[in-house]
């Protein structure tokens, strides 16, 4: 099969000039250095002799203006450890028409949560629709984020799918190859439903036992059903291993938020919250940030909050903007992620609304309780000063 290239035009922040090719056949971005005599030249070594004419490559797909980003440091303790309070989104698989990951609508993606602030990224997780992705594009679609963002901020990904730990730890170790700062386990898939503390915590055992030193992370994901760790049972498993470095939290409840915040004080780990109607309390608690399908609606506003949730001189807005999440919950929620997908068109994103998950019909009336909440949403922008990501 013939290799197509695609020439992404961008902003660079670094010297020399950079030109980003795109590989359309092993679906990867190629930084290449520009030199005067328009040769393309890897870091090392020469790649093309001779001179090419990139403006003829895929003249049909419109180019679009990218930021590169480069960097040396992908140390995770740096990222997202050390950093302030932070946004890190659940991110979005865009389909195209017939079913198939979109990896154009994919770098737009990406390069929206960065432009709005995110300080990491939480691929191949719930809102992914990681479910309804083969092992392949699981892999692929982690791997691609990966070499988007080249270390600029870090990567996770979730790495259990269920069955034996033994094949859970194995394809641990595949998506950690990647290039992601931490695996994440989903909890209900390392014991049964009606299993003890105990059951789960010897099978997290046996998978640190499979998994040699790869950081590690938790999602309290709903789906099979879900499993909420006691701040006690958190707490154990923190002091018996410093891996454990991110956690999503979806308990819905502040006080077992504060208590698993001070159950691992003393370890190298943080708790994001995604639960948004209790968002300031818990920032202000001391999560490391928020982590929220309301990042797929508007990040510029949840990376706003987290950077003025404190700020004396702005509670009235602050106050706003909760009241704002917490009566607009039931909207975003529903027929998710299709009506998230459809608010983003709306801001002006290249994004189909096409997803794989059946998760219900996109109505009328829900269509114009989005129509309302865009409308909100664009006044509340506007009187708080927030640049657009878009």
Known sequence: MQTYYKRKQIRYRTQPPIIVI???????????????TTQLLSRKKLIHTTEIDCGEILPDHESKKKIFRESSLTNFQKKMIETKKGFIPVMLTPFKDNGAVDYYGLADLIEFYLEAGATGLFANCLSSEMYELTEEERIKVTKFVVDYVKGTVPVVATGTFGGPVEEQAAFIKRIHDTGIQAAIIITSLLAEKDDSEEVFEENVYKLFQHTDNIPMGFYECPDPYKRVLSPEQLGRIAAASNRILYYKDTSLSIDSVKAKIEAAKGHEFKLYDAYMVHAVESLKAGSAGLTCIQGNYFPELIVWLCNNFNNSSRQIEV????RFLEENMEVMHHVYPTVSKYFLQKRGLSISTVVRKNDGIFSKEAKNKVDKLFNDYQQLHKELGIKSAI
């Open 22 to 36: 795109f590989d359309i056949q092993h679906q990867e971005f190629l930084p290449m250095y520009y030199n005067t």
């Open 319 to 322: 106050d706003k903007v909760q």
